[in-house]
T-cell receptor
Framework: AQKVTQAQTEISVVEKEDVTLDCVYE???????LFWYKQPPSGELVFLIR??????QNEISGRYSWNFQKSTSSFNFTITASQVVDSAVYFC?????????????FGKGTKLSVKP | EPEVTQTPSHQVTQMGQEVILRCVPI?????FYWYRQILGQKVEFLVS????????KSEIFDDQFSVERPDGSNFTLKIRSTKLEDSAMYFC????????????FGPGTRLTVL
């Protein structure tokens, strides 16, 4: 069955520290999509990144980077030089491929607190 | 940049009452979704909608729930007889044609059942 596990419930760092949020997924599909969403204290869900199962290239966007490793079924998210505005709950999500309507399966989220 | 909108932002209702949550998806999107998030918990899929019919639903989406696209722009979620445990944030999302496309979420409606 499909499942997304975010083992870290809460992480607290001091500003400018680097932090990595872990995500491990389970799926039987060979084609699937992985996502990260950010939920700031205001409550909305903000899309950060989408990754296809056939593209294992890591990606960097400013201070954000993502490490996708199919061998370990992981899709980890690193924030470099964290800032207070990064404080939020971060959700990893999985969407399966063929035959699916694209509904997202979310992990339980990791609450990141960045202190000044 | 186009975005998904939801109304109201907060709805308070009495147990047993019917509520309708409204969403306006992004205009050229074809797939629509409802998710819910009980306070402090993960986001859970409720239902997906395509071509004017439900395409997939979760166990949570029982007979008390229904969805509708009454016109070309709105997408609604109705809860017929609310229970205390329906209190949650309800998110609408939409995506374009391709399965590879990203789902974009609305800001959510916080439903409080008293």
């Amino acid at each position: 069955a499909q499942k997304v596990t975010q083992a870290q419930t809460e992480i607290s760092v001091v500003e400018k520290e680097d932090v990595t949020l872990d995500c491990v997924y389970e799926t039987r599909d060979t084609t699937y999509y992985l996502f990260w969403y950010k939920q700031p204290p205001s409550g909305e869900l903000v899309f950060l990144i989408r990754r296809n199962s056939f593209d294992e290239q890591n990606e960097i966007s400013g201070r954000y980077s993502w490490n996708f490793q199919k061998s370990t079924s992981s899709f980890n998210f690193t924030i470099t030089a964290s800032q207070v505005v990064d404080s939020a709950v971060y959700f990893c999500a999985l969407s399966e491929g063929a035959g699916s309507q694209g509904n997202l399966i979310f992990g339980k989220g990791t609450k990141l607190s960045v202190k000044p | 940049e186009p975005e998904v909108t939801q109304t109201p932002s907060h709805q308070v209702t009495q147990m047993g009452q019917e509520v309708i949550l409204r969403c306006v998806p992004i205009s050229n999107h074809l797939y629509f979704y409802w998710y819910r998030q009980i306070l402090g918990q993960k986001v859970e899929f409720l239902v997906s909608f395509y071509n004017n019919e439900i395409s997939e639903k979760s166990e949570i989406f029982d007979d008390q729930f229904s969805v509708e696209r009454p016109d070309g722009s709105n997408f609604t979620l109705k809860i017929r007889s609310t229970k205390l445990e329906d209190s949650a944030m309800y998110f609408c999302a939409s995506r374009n044609r391709r399965r590879t496309d990203t789902q974009y979420f609305g800001p959510g409606t916080r439903l409080t059942v008293l």
